[in-house]
Each structure stands twice: as structure tokens, then as C-alpha cells.
């Protein structure tokens, strides 16, 4: 995460708003880089529900999970929740199902402490899709369980 100086902010809150996809692409990606989440969780959402082109949504998505923390994971499950389209609904559903956190144990362990921590979350939308996910989980725990004790 790169502290944004005051105009680089405005500059990515204006670029958040441009006609151009690619310019909105970039701005989604550097606010989502900043420490600024936060702050600007109104422009970032709008960025994962762009209504106008699914690369905004995917490259501002990736680049929310690419900080591995809670605060962009939540950011992304709060606009699944919302999500009014099938192209978001998708986009954001398969940043989320192949972040690459889940290819290494301590990925995949940093994203089920994630989730359960925001499967208490305020926002009852964020607290659901955490849920939801935790729940899918669940089953292939219980198998490997189960494959290790008849072993």
C-alpha cells in the first residue's frame, strides 16, 4: 500500500469517473493499492459495479484481493452482495473463487480467518456472502477429515 498524496487522490477520483474503461480501470487499481480504502469505499464500490464494463469490475476486484488483508476482501464481498447484473455478479464471483490465496495452506488459511472474521460483520450483505463461502468450505473440510481417519 502506497500513501496517495492529496493530488494523486483527485486525480484517481476523477479518473474513477472517466468515460474511458482503461482510466477507470487504473484509478480502481490505485485507490485499492492506497491506504485510503476506507475513505473511498464510495468510489470503490462504484468501480466493482461499474455498469458499463466488466474489466473495471475484475481489474479493481484483483487488485482489492492483491492486498491480501480484510479490508479489501470486505470491500469485494460488500459489492457481491450488491451486485444488480449477471456480468458483475460473475466478474466479482470469480475474483473471489480464484483469488490465489487459495493455492497455498497459508494463503488459504489467511482467507478462512478473513472470512470468519467478516462472517460477523456489521453489513448484513458482507456478513452473508462470508457465510455463504465459509459454508461451501465446510464440506471438503469434513472429507478430508474423514479421508485422514479412515486411513
Do not use: F
Amino acid at each position: 500500500m502506497a500513501p496517495l498524496d492529496d493530488q494523486e487522490l483527485i486525480t484517481a477520483i476523477q479518473n474513477a469517473a472517466s468515460p474511458v474503461w482503461s482510466v477507470r480501470g487504473a484509478a480502481g487499481r490505485r485507490l485499492a493499492d492506497s491506504d485510503k480504502i476506507v475513505e473511498m469505499a464510495d468510489v470503490i464500490q462504484r468501480l466493482l459495479l461499474d455498469a458499463q464494463d466488466t474489466w473495471v469490475i475484475q481489474e479493481t476486484a484483483e487488485a482489492l484481493l492483491e492486498r491480501r488483508d480484510t479490508i479489501g476482501l470486505r470491500q469485494v464481498l460488500l459489492a457481491y452482495s450488491r451486485a444488480g447484473t449477471y456480468d458483475a455478479v460473475d466478474h466479482l464471483g470469480a475474483a473471489l473463487d480464484c483469488n490465489p490465496e487459495w493455492e497455498t495452506t497459508q494463503g488459504a488459511d489467511r482467507l478462512i480467518k478473513q472470512y470468519r472474521e467478516l462472517a460477523t460483520d456489521p453489513d448484513t450483505g458482507v456478513r452473508n456472502e462470508a457465510q455463504q463461502i465459509l459454508a461451501k468450505l465446510r464440506p471438503r473440510e469434513e472429507r478430508a477429515r474423514d479421508s485422514r481417519a479412515d486411513s
